[in-house]
């Protein structure tokens, strides 16, 4: 008996699962330990219940042979090497250094532009303008079009409401940026920000606006505001950039990894943004010994998001002590701002959102499973296609 919430028939006991998929219990426990196929369990006698529509996507994924095949011992691994890796990531995902300085280049001339002209305009309160988002901390991936730029403004701003700022940056940008042939309709206002459109190099920078909070000009700290709505949202970009560095340098697969994990999530269209990939990453650098290695590391993000279904709540105690964060039992994901307790990064995952993510991590564990199995290196090939797309083909690399 499954208990009066569990008597369902969707959902089957192990021996009920390992019968449906054609293998032992045994293969089950072992799988459930590798995060391979993770089953919930019973609240109350904590029992391995599997969804039969886990079950069948398990099985279509595990059966591109017609049969599920398990490593035999003594078995050569044919599985994709971290040179092979290494090289995809080189080749096709990390956003090239030329890249990086070009967009930086032109991001600091719309910087030095905006400030030139500010300096003649003194009804504006401008305090500095500072680099941040995924390119200032080095996770941009190549396919990264979008830059973003912190606007500080002095605290005589401090009660101004946000719709009020945007559009004058706005305008204030287009004029100073006129005289370079820019357009009007290449700056527009966005929830949080000024979006600013280059046509030659299709790039967009992302001016947003954070108003300096007096007293606190140590680590910029500043209230980032939404267009519509008062609520305000306590940031400091140092901050940010200190805890992703200090990543950086505990475990030199962190960047790497979380750029693989961006290019996934692009590929399979994953609904996760991509702070939220940056932050699971940190915490399991925090938490777990990861593995050296691309092919034993990458898995661990699945095994994590299968092994959590992400309702552990993720806190960290760079800025703040953990019992500082008001956790919500409103949202689905609890992720929070490594600099303010009250901000929860993943809280916009809708119901929706949360179970594609859980459907497209399990079909990735699947992926990857079988290719450590794959009785060649194009049938592994094939495999991490799935997962990264055609352009992964350590071959032609």
């Known amino acids: 008996m499954l208990g009066k919430d569990y008597n369902d028939e969707n959902l089957l006991t192990i021996a009920d699962a390992a019968a449906f998929l054609g293998v032992s219990t045994k293969t089950l426990r072992r799988w459930d330990s590798a995060g391979t196929l993770i089953p919930v369990r019973h609240p109350i006698t904590k029992y391995r219940l599997y969804?039969?529509?886990?079950?069948?996507?398990?099985?279509?994924?595990?059966?591109?042979?017609?049969?599920?095949?398990e490593k035999e011992p003594g078995r050569p691994?044919?599985?994709?090497?971290?040179?092979?890796?290494n090289n995809f990531l080189e080749e096709r995902v990390n956003l090239k250094k030329e890249k990086?300085?070009?967009?930086?280049?032109?991001?600091n001339h719309l910087i030095?532009?905006?400030?030139?002209?500010?300096?003649?305009?003194?009804?504006?309160?401008?305090?500095k303008m500072l680099h941040f988002g995924s390119c200032a901390k080095g996770t941009a991936i190549s396919t990264t079009s979008d830059l973003d730029v912190a606007v500080y403004l002095a605290p005589d701003n401090e009660k101004e409401q946000l719709d009020s700022i945007l559009p004058n940056i706005r305008n204030v940008l287009s004029e100073a940026m006129s005289k370079y042939g820019m357009s009007d309709d290449q700056f527009t206002v966005g929830d949080h920000c000024v979006c600013v459109k280059f046509e030659g190099s299709k790039i967009e920078v992302d001016v947003v606006p954070i108003i300096a909070i007096k007293g606190y000009s140590e680590n910029d700290w500043g209230w980032l505001m939404h267009k519509y709505g008062t609520e305000r949202l306590k940031t400091s970009v140092p901050l940010h950039l200190k805890f992703i560095r200090k990543r950086k340098e505990a475990f030199a697969k962190y960047t790497p990894l979380v750029r693989l994990t961006k290019w996934w999530k692009n590929i399979q269209d994953v609904p996760i943004k991509s702070f939220v990939i940056e932050l699971i990453w940190a915490y399991l650098i925090d938490n777990e010994e990861i593995p050296d290695s691309f092919c034993d590391g990458f898995p661990y993000f699945f095994k994590y998001i299968l092994k959590t279904r992400l309702e552990e709540i993720i806190v960290f105690s760079d800025n703040y002590s953990p019992s500082k964060v008001s956790v919500s039992t409103s949202d689905k994901v609890r992720i929070y701002d490594p600099v303010n307790p009250e901000n929860n990064v993943a809280k916009?995952?809708?119901?929706?959102?949360?179970?594609?993510?859980l459907v497209k991590v399990q079909e990735a564990m699947n992926v990857l499973m079988m290719a450590t199995c794959a009785p060649s290196k194009t049938k592994a090939i094939e495999l991490w296609q799935r997962l990264l797309g055609t352009s992964f083909n350590p071959y032609n690399l």
């Open 112 to 127: 030095e532009n905006f400030e030139d002209y500010l300096k003649k305009h003194e009804d504006f309160y401008l305090k």
């Open 100 to 107: 990086v300085t070009e967009y930086r280049a032109q991001v």
């Open 348 to 357: 916009t995952i809708t119901a929706g959102e949360y179970e594609k993510i």
């Open 77 to 85: 691994k044919m599985e994709i090497t971290d040179s092979d890796i």
């Open 51 to 69: 969804k039969k529509s886990q079950l069948v996507g398990f099985l279509k994924a595990i059966t591109l042979e017609n049969t599920i095949v």
